[in-house]
């Protein structure tokens, strides 16, 4: 995974915990990196996962709520160090259709080495969309975070509901259904 992922991760654990608190729990993490990422480097998902373990274990939030917060961090972050990803979307449903085809596109041009989900979108009315994400990597949480903030971006509000993550391939379909 690329570094920016981590140190995003890092930065809202400092927000929420502080420095001290953070330096404490990344050390009892026990990772191979030793909890010193840069946004260019390249990083194993199983140091993340282990990362919000250990934030899990320290805050008492569950690795779920925690994956969805910092979806929603990561969404805020896109929006300012992205802008343009957003320019001409009027809706939710038009941003979470463009990932795959538009913004994907150009992280591959920024990153030729990123390992990046596969979303596949299908409107099944105006009101009512139908996401499948997939990942060589656990982030169905982080994926449901990034979809909230989303919706909550565009000043909308929805039902989200996933289905059961397949073990196999970490795919999952949301149906979003805006009310």
């Known amino acids: 995974m690329k ?3 981590f140190v995003e991760l890092i930065k809202m ?3 929420a915990f ?6 404490d729990v990344l050390d009892k993490a026990d990772l191979e990196s030793g909890g010193a990422f840069t946004t260019v480097g390249n990083y194993p998902c199983s140091e993340l996962v282990k990362i919000v373990e250990a934030f899990s274990e320290h805050s008492g939030l569950s690795a779920e709520v925690l994956q969805r917060k910092f979806g ?3 969404l805020d972050h896109f929006g300012e160090n992205y802008p ?4 001409g979307k009027t809706d939710s449903f038009a ?9 994907h596109v150009e992280v591959r041009k920024l990153y030729p080495d990123a390992e990046l ?3 596949v979108t299908e409107r099944k009315s105006d009101k009512h969309l139908e996401m499948t994400y997939s990942s060589p990597r656990p982030l169905a949480a982080f994926c449901h975070g990034l979809i909230e903030a989303c919706v909550e971006r565009f000043d909308e509000t929805a039902e989200i509901d996933r289905g059961p993550t397949r073990p196999s391939d970490n795919s999952t379909t949301f149906q979003i259904k805006v009310t």
């Open 18 to 23: 502080g420095e001290d608190v953070v330096d």
């Open 3 to 5: 570094g920016t992922v």
């Open 117 to 119: 989900p596969k979303f």
């Open 84 to 87: 343009d990803f957003f320019k």
């Open 72 to 74: 929603a961090w990561m």
């Open 95 to 103: 941003m979470l259709e463009a990932v795959d085809g538009e913004i």
């Open 13 to 15: 654990a400092e927000s």
